[in-house]
């Protein structure tokens, strides 16, 4: 098949199925600038305006230009210079957004790290980067000092969120939250009393829409994680695209986030979309039900979003109805464990007063700052729930997919699946010090995702299924590679292999076929290596272990998944 007349048949599917509610061209508020610019143009126009609004305590445009100014000159002091890669192990508060664009102004390199790592995953990915500073959050604080002298690392800033708590806040604050009271850190430099000092100058840097500015991580299906390099040209792009498409009112709408912040799609949503639109955003630290519905009802919020199995919670709480929903007008969701349906769009539309429509949010991954479709428009007679699931929209303005055969890399017909292909302004540049594995995924400008997918009759993209073995643990993303890799580091361990077994709660559940060296004996327990996973993966990477003998290889000593797969079934058939 030609590929220029399959894009162009493409193209003009697209533009005949295009929303008319939509516009057809990304909007920039102050034209193609830098992030940072922007924040500075709010800043002027709109200084004492909530940039973030945090249980009540507000973080204004101005104050945010100011701190942010005062952080970036405390790297200076600190030598850091253009390129440096800075780690950020918070959870989601305002110091993260103060800690990003002070970064971004000193020309250095922003890496999020996942609050929930434990020692080995921090330490790979400390590593891996470079990072030469990290701002973390107190009560990480004996984690990253225990790893300090095995990296680069030559500074440790922390900060707790309760350095941003207001004294009476206007939200119900989680548990989790008020039984971790602010830890000292003897060693660290205090973010916050720091800044209070700091004078807001720092060395002017060239920085272009095209540095490199931030390593997102992400996993993989060989090896451990991977740092995705991407550009305030590929921030600015997906802003300016979610909040067209997504019919985001620039400096009128209210949004909330609860997803994680060290995520993509959280970093979007919390960090970027806010300066980039000029709305206030409601942060919350993490998911919580009841905060949720109070800021809803007393911020009017406009545009929020969520994993669907979060938002049927809301939508199933017992006082629901006490609360105004009515203020949303966009309402998006991930499908993960649960799918969303016509009952549950239903349900909230009842909730919304008719005000907004639940749908899907987009299609997109780390590589690509992960929105790279849209779904608004597209909701009359439920005509996306009645279609193949998932279904993921229209690409973004710039954004074009192609769906090859996972073995050829030839097109496919429309309506046959195969492996979703996507060209995109806000592609990464590269994998951080991997130029091979960027070669492999990445040819002549198309990312190959190894995502399975299919492009119907109209152009809309569904998305069918992650890359082979990547599995879903109550939404999050769980790489058995990656699972395989940081249990190898036992020394007990000669061999693994991990695949997943449905859950109804949540989702799927890792399960790790251990071989044991022959040295280790019958000393070593299932037990016991869990144990040993609890202390050394995220609580929702760790997996249930199986001591086998022998692990079913292919020719070239790879681990037959669908053996594994198989003895699970036997595992599970014997236990019921």
Same mark, same amino acid.
């Given at each position: 098949m030609d590929k220029t007349t399959y894009l162009n048949h493409l193209h003009q599917l697209w533009h005949e199925n295009w929303p008319a509610s939509v516009p057809r061209e990304p909007h920039y508020p102050f034209g193609k600038v830098l992030l940072t610019d922007c924040l500075r143009k709010r800043a002027q126009i709109t200084p004492d305006k909530p940039v973030i609004v945090y249980y009540g305590q507000e973080l204004t445009f101005k104050q945010l230009d100011d701190l942010s100014d005062r952080f970036a000159s405390f790297l200076a002091e600190a030598g850091l210079q253009k390129g440096d890669r800075v780690a950020v192990f918070l959870p989601n508060c305002p110091q993260f957004l103060i +800690?990003?664009?002070?970064?971004? =102004?000193?020309?250095?390199?922003?890496?999020?790290?996942n609050p929930m790592f434990k020692e080995h995953e921090l330490l790979y990915e400390l590593n891996d980067s470079g990072a030469k500073l990290i701002v973390a959050l107190d009560q990480l604080y004996p984690l990253v000092k225990a790893i300090k002298e095995n990296t680069h690392l030559q500074e440790i800033v922390t900060t707790s969120v309760w350095d941003f708590m207001p004294q009476h806040p206007t939200i119900p604050v989680h548990r989790s939250i008020e039984a971790a009271p602010k830890q000292d850190c003897p060693g660290s430099v205090d973010l916050m009393s720091t800044l209070q000092r700091q004078k807001p100058d720092y060395? =002017?840097?060239?920085?272009?829409?095209n540095d490199a500015v931030a390593l997102n991580y992400t996993g993989g299906t060989t090896g451990l994680p991977k740092g995705c390099e991407h550009t305030q040209n590929n921030m600015i792009y997906t802003a300016a695209t979610a909040s067209t498409c997504g019919? !985001?009112?620039?400096?009128?709408?209210?949004?909330?986030t609860y997803l994680p912040v060290f995520w993509i799609a959280g970093e979007d949503g919390a960090v970027i979309?806010? +300066?980039?639109?000029?709305?206030?955003? !409601?942060?919350?630290?993490r998911w919580d039900v009841d905060a949720m519905l109070e800021a809803i009802h007393r911020y009017k919020v406009t545009s929020a979003g969520g994993v669907l199995d979060n938002i049927v919670e809301l939508m199933e709480h017992p006082e629901v109805h006490k609360y105004d929903l009515s203020s949303i007008r966009n309402m998006t969701v991930s499908s993960f464990v649960k799918k969303l349906n016509i009952e549950y769009r239903r349900q909230w539309g009842n909730l919304a007063k008719g005000n907004s429509v639940l749908r899907e949010a987009s299609y997109g991954m780390t590589e690509t700052h992960t929105i790279d479709t849209f779904t608004t428009g597209m909701q009359e007679d439920d005509m996306d729930l009645k279609s193949q699931p998932v279904f993921c929209g229209l690409p973004m303005p710039g954004t074009e997919f192609q769906i090859v055969d996972f073995g050829t890399k030839e097109l496919v017909p429309l309506g046959k699946e195969g492996e979703i292909v996507i060209r995109t302004p806000s592609l990464m540049k590269s994998y951080w010090n991997r130029p091979q594995e960027t070669l492999k995924a990445v040819k002549d400008g198309w990312l190959y995702t190894g995502d399975i997918g299919v492009l119907d009759e109209r152009g809309h993209l569904h998305f069918l299924g992650r890359k082979k073995e990547m599995l879903k643990v109550k939404g999050m993303s769980v790489f058995p590679s990656e699972l395989e890799v940081l249990l190898s580091k036992h020394p007990a361990v000669a061999g693994c292999g991990v695949v997943g077994r449905p859950d109804p709660e949540k989702g799927q559940v890792p399960v790790a076929f251990v071989k044991l060296r022959p040295e280790a004996g019958g000393t070593h327990s299932e037990n016991e290596l869990a144990g040993w996973c609890k202390n050394n993966m995220a609580t929702y990477k760790i997996p249930e272990i199986r001591i086998v003998t022998e692990l079913p290889l292919t020719t070239t000593g790879k681990v037959k998944k669908e053996e594994l797969i198989k003895k699970l079934n036997q595992y599970c058939s014997a236990a019921s």
């Amino acid at each position: 098949m030609d590929k220029t007349t399959y894009l162009n048949h493409l193209h003009q599917l697209w533009h005949e199925n295009w929303p008319a509610s939509v516009p057809r061209e990304p909007h920039y508020p102050f034209g193609k600038v830098l992030l940072t610019d922007c924040l500075r143009k709010r800043a002027q126009i709109t200084p004492d305006k909530p940039v973030i609004v945090y249980y009540g305590q507000e973080l204004t445009f101005k104050q945010l230009d100011d701190l942010s100014d005062r952080f970036a000159s405390f790297l200076a002091e600190a030598g850091l210079q253009k390129g440096d890669r800075v780690a950020v192990f918070l959870p989601n508060c305002p110091q993260f957004l103060i +800690v990003f664009y002070g970064i971004l =102004k000193l020309g250095c390199v922003h890496v999020p790290v996942n609050p929930m790592f434990k020692e080995h995953e921090l330490l790979y990915e400390l590593n891996d980067s470079g990072a030469k500073l990290i701002v973390a959050l107190d009560q990480l604080y004996p984690l990253v000092k225990a790893i300090k002298e095995n990296t680069h690392l030559q500074e440790i800033v922390t900060t707790s969120v309760w350095d941003f708590m207001p004294q009476h806040p206007t939200i119900p604050v989680h548990r989790s939250i008020e039984a971790a009271p602010k830890q000292d850190c003897p060693g660290s430099v205090d973010l916050m009393s720091t800044l209070q000092r700091q004078k807001p100058d720092y060395p =002017k840097v060239e920085v272009s829409l095209n540095d490199a500015v931030a390593l997102n991580y992400t996993g993989g299906t060989t090896g451990l994680p991977k740092g995705c390099e991407h550009t305030q040209n590929n921030m600015i792009y997906t802003a300016a695209t979610a909040s067209t498409c997504g019919r !985001i009112r620039t400096e009128l709408g209210v949004g909330l986030t609860y997803l994680p912040v060290f995520w993509i799609a959280g970093e979007d949503g919390a960090v970027i979309l806010p +300066v980039f639109t000029g709305n206030t955003t !409601i942060l919350l630290a993490r998911w919580d039900v009841d905060a949720m519905l109070e800021a809803i009802h007393r911020y009017k919020v406009t545009s929020a979003g969520g994993v669907l199995d979060n938002i049927v919670e809301l939508m199933e709480h017992p006082e629901v109805h006490k609360y105004d929903l009515s203020s949303i007008r966009n309402m998006t969701v991930s499908s993960f464990v649960k799918k969303l349906n016509i009952e549950y769009r239903r349900q909230w539309g009842n909730l919304a007063k008719g005000n907004s429509v639940l749908r899907e949010a987009s299609y997109g991954m780390t590589e690509t700052h992960t929105i790279d479709t849209f779904t608004t428009g597209m909701q009359e007679d439920d005509m996306d729930l009645k279609s193949q699931p998932v279904f993921c929209g229209l690409p973004m303005p710039g954004t074009e997919f192609q769906i090859v055969d996972f073995g050829t890399k030839e097109l496919v017909p429309l309506g046959k699946e195969g492996e979703i292909v996507i060209r995109t302004p806000s592609l990464m540049k590269s994998y951080w010090n991997r130029p091979q594995e960027t070669l492999k995924a990445v040819k002549d400008g198309w990312l190959y995702t190894g995502d399975i997918g299919v492009l119907d009759e109209r152009g809309h993209l569904h998305f069918l299924g992650r890359k082979k073995e990547m599995l879903k643990v109550k939404g999050m993303s769980v790489f058995p590679s990656e699972l395989e890799v940081l249990l190898s580091k036992h020394p007990a361990v000669a061999g693994c292999g991990v695949v997943g077994r449905p859950d109804p709660e949540k989702g799927q559940v890792p399960v790790a076929f251990v071989k044991l060296r022959p040295e280790a004996g019958g000393t070593h327990s299932e037990n016991e290596l869990a144990g040993w996973c609890k202390n050394n993966m995220a609580t929702y990477k760790i997996p249930e272990i199986r001591i086998v003998t022998e692990l079913p290889l292919t020719t070239t000593g790879k681990v037959k998944k669908e053996e594994l797969i198989k003895k699970l079934n036997q595992y599970c058939s014997a236990a019921s």
